[in-house]
């Protein structure tokens, strides 16, 4: 496996980590503490959405070095 493949793979799945994390922190039912969860949910998604784009960032990068003649 490329150094290239295991990137994509692993930022593949820090998306689904912290998507399913911001997810796992939505309180279900009202209760103590439901503000921190609900601001820890948030700045999960957030990072999940910066991870895309990342990911996206950085396959264009892959696709121009491989359009370059370099692997």
Known sequence: MSL???HIIFISLSVVLAF???????PSEPGEGDLAHVVGALLSFGV???LI???IKIVKKFKSLNSAGLK
């Open 53 to 55: 784009l990342y990911e």
């Open 48 to 50: 999940g959405i910066l």
């Open 4 to 6: 290239k493949v295991f």
């Open 20 to 26: 399913g994390f911001g997810l796992w922190l939505l």
